[in-house]
Nanobody, 115 residues
Framework: QVQLVESGGGLVQPGGSLRLSCAAS????????VHWFRQAPGKQREWVAQ???????NYLNSVKGRFTISTYSAKYTIYLQMNSLKPEDTAIYYC?????????WGQGTQVTVSS
């Protein structure tokens, strides 16, 4: 069973930064794509960012220019660098990794943006 362990969430003031990490127990080089999703209270889970095996990245329009998805293959880890955070970024953030055989989810990490 593959495990994805997230960390890095917390409370931050508007305009601040956080870096989320998602450490996998399986080599991410063989994954087709890696993703970050988020779910705000009372809302459906929404896709935030992706990075494909070829290195292409895509972002939700509302986070473009503020968030950056990256990977560190040697540590089987994906990251989400979040800058210029806004209160509307408050949510539980989940990583998702799609390997050829199946996809796995992290347990989620809470991000709260508030003054």
């Amino acid at each position: 069973q593959v495990q994805l362990v997230e960390s890095g969430g917390g409370l931050v003031q508007p305009g601040g930064s956080l870096r989320l990490s998602c450490a996998a127990s399986r080599n991410i080089d063989s994954a087709n794509s890696v993703h970050w999703f988020r779910q705000a209270p009372g809302k459906q889970r929404e896709w935030v960012a992706q990075k494909t095996r070829s290195g292409t990245t895509n972002y939700l329009n509302s986070v473009k220019g503020r968030f950056t998805i990256s990977t560190y293959s040697a540590k089987y880890t994906i990251y989400l660098q979040m800058n210029s955070l806004k209160p509307e970024d408050t949510a539980i953030y989940y990583c998702n990794i799609n390997w050829p055989d199946r996809a796995y989810w992290g347990q989620g990490t809470q991000v709260t943006v508030s003054s």
